[in-house]
């Protein structure tokens, strides 16, 4: 625990993984030192202990079949937070905007499994914005000036402009002179003196530290070892974000920014797999240019339902998934999308008959909705992880010419209508010429240029109306990204997971350590599967949900499936450098491929 001081960062947050592993396996005893930690004067420490206990409330309120967590040690604990901080005269309270969020969590975890733990207002008292609690009567600092920086400051140019500008909501980037930015400064610098951080203490190690992040040994972001003005200065932000966001300064104040550096549920990377062995990239006998204009479409049908995938029965049937192959010694390369979409039942054949004809090159398709600031543990349970909702597709359906009024500005001179526009009024006052011209044309003298009037009138004019077919739709896979760079804790990297409207319709359940969602009997019910390969040009991923679950949910919301496979064959990466460079250009150095299919559901028997 005390470990979780250091301004090493990679230190602190393998500490705070240690932290988490230990209360998986001793929860109480977790649970009673992050209470403890909560009378330590240095934030640092209680911030990483509740979020390690956020962690494992999160990994333990899904044990299948053992409810003795949920049931006995959860509500304890939640019980006790609450008291400690966000009861009236709470002796813990605080503005500082992480350690009240993972506190809040953990009470919202033992809500959902005890309605009656805690009254209405005590729920609300649990819950931002906050009236009382914290230091809620902020000092300005008057040892420091406005001008100091360097070595004098705790603050470097980013974090002074970009971190503190976010608590100025008006404020434009780099202007220190605003006022309400000059009072925010002056407070956290305030925060920063009473945390015990001064020029002439920490001047020297903290001008050492900086020093350091020019060696190339000390690695990126997730390594680096922050000065101890940088370590006060957060401590102090965080604390003031909370207390504008409760004073409603900050009215869309989120705490799950780039700010927060670590997922405190510790998620692993997918299952490692290599589904798809087949060679798409055809007979190296065949001319090249006929390859890329004519070659085979990559058959991906026998990827789109699996009867097992790693020896786990399902069947599984593909809701998404990405493969591109490319080989140098035959100069071609290749990559195909399979993504889904679930339409209404009346609209399926219309939305397929329309999605058949378009050309889906260019990413025509909808993006698949990124789930950025959600930790993996919060899925799909949380408020944090949102709905994909529907979105919509529009088919152009066809183009007519139609005549419309439209009003327009045109110049009068008593009340008739001069064949003059605006630029013609402006030239006789920049130039002479321009003056006589006018006067030559249009037979009009300077004072009759005082009298020319601009006035609104109805004119008929043509414009193209193009028709649309819309349907909307549902994906039902969201990309999980979490910003990982910042930490070595945590190499989970991108992962695919269920839609929130499907997961919770299914009442389907998080497992630690994974993205895959279960059954309440313990049941696997998604299977996300990756090569993990770092050759951009040579990887693959697939995302499967188990046959049953999905038939159920299209069969109860009356849902039709449908695939859309597209992709591109062309000429590799090295080869169209070189192309680009020749005056043997081709001129078709890439073609658009595509197919799209409807699920039809077979009956299956229950996982």
Not at 199 to 215: G, P, Q
Not at 366 to 382: K, L, N, R, S
Not at 417 to 437: F, Q, Y
Request: charged residues 30%; aromatic residues 12%.
């Amino acid at each position: 625990m005390w470990l979780l001081t250091s301004t090493d960062r990679e230190l602190r947050d393998v500490a705070t993984r240690a932290m988490y592993w230990f209360g998986r396996g001793d929860p109480v005893t977790l649970f009673e030192d992050s209470l403890k930690s909560l009378d330590i004067n240095d934030p640092y420490v209680p911030e990483r202990m509740l979020a390690a206990s956020y962690g494992v409330a999160m990994a333990r309120h899904v044990d299948i079949g053992d409810q003795a967590f949920v049931t006995v040690i959860l509500p304890k604990f939640a019980r006790s937070l609450y008291n400690s901080m966000f009861a009236e005269g709470a002796p813990s309270s605080t503005t500082h905007s992480l350690m009240r969020e993972y506190a809040t969590r953990i009470i919202e975890i033992a809500l959902l499994h005890n309605p009656e733990l805690f009254s209405f207002e005590e729920v609300q008292r649990s819950k931002p914005p906050f009236t009382d609690g914290g230091c809620r009567e902020w000092g300005e600092c008057e040892t420091f000036k406005e001008e100091y920086h360097g070595l004098d400051s705790p603050f470097h140019m980013d974090f002074e402009n970009y971190t503190l500008g976010r608590l100025v909501p008006d404020r434009r980037n780099y202007d220190f002179k605003h006022d309400g930015y000059r009072k925010v400064r002056a407070q956290v610098l305030w925060r920063v003196e009473q945390l015990g951080w001064t020029s002439e203490l920490f001047k020297d190690v903290d001008s050492s530290i900086a020093n350091e992040h020019y060696y190339p040994r000390t690695g990126g972001e997730a390594k680096k070892i922050e000065r101890y003005g940088k370590k006060y200065s957060w401590i102090a932000f965080f604390e003031m974000a909370g207390l504008l966001h409760d004073r409603g300064v900050l009215k869309n104040w989120r705490e799950r920014t780039y700010s927060v550096d670590i997922d405190p549920s510790f998620p692993e990377p997918v299952t490692k797999d290599y589904l798809i062995k087949d060679d798409f990239l055809g007979d190296p006998e065949m001319d090249m240019k006929e390859w890329i204009a004519n070659g085979p479409m990559p058959d991906m049908n026998p990827y789109l339902r699996l009867e097992e995938v790693q020896q786990v029965k399902g069947p599984w049937v593909a809701l998404d998934g990405y493969v591109t192959q490319e080989d140098e010694t035959r100069s071609r390369s290749m990559f195909c999308f399979i993504r889904s979409f679930l339409v209404r039942n009346r609209d399926a054949d219309s939305f397929l008959d329309h999605l058949s004809h378009q050309d889906l090159g260019g990413r025509w398709l909808p993006e698949t909705p990124d789930i950025i600031y959600t930790f993996a543990g919060e899925i799909p349970w949380c408020d944090t992880f949102p709905k994909n909702d529907l979105c919509e597709f529009s088919f152009v359906t066809g183009e007519e010419t139609v005549k419309v009024q439209r009003s327009q500005r045109v110049l009068c001179l008593d009340g008739e209508i001069l064949g003059l526009t605006l630029v013609d009024l402006i030239r006789p006052r920049v130039s002479d010429n321009a003056d006589r011209k006018v006067e030559e044309q249009q037979h009009i003298t300077k004072e009759d240029f005082k009298r020319i009037e601009v006035r609104l009138m109805p004119v008929e004019v043509k414009e193209v109306k193009t028709e649309y077919a819309k349907f909307n739709t549902l994906i039902p896979v969201c990309d999980f990204g979490w910003e990982g760079y910042q930490t070595t804790a945590i190499d989970a990297g991108h992962a695919t997971t269920l839609a929130k409207e499907i997961a919770s319709y299914l009442e389907l359940i998080g497992q630690p350590q994974t993205f895959d969602l279960f059954t309440k009997e313990g049941v696997k019910a998604t299977f996300n599967v990756s090569d993990h390969s770092n050759d951009f040009n040579n990887k693959q991923n697939m995302f499967f949900i188990r046959e049953n679950l999905l038939n159920t949910y299209l069969d109860k919301n009356n849902f039709v499936l449908i695939w859309a496979i597209w992709g591109e064959r062309g000429y590799s990466s090295d080869r169209i450098k070189k192309l680009f460079h020749s005056p043997d250009h081709p001129e078709q150095s890439y073609v658009v491929f595509s197919f799209v299919k409807r699920y039809e559901a077979t009956v299956t028997k229950a996982g």
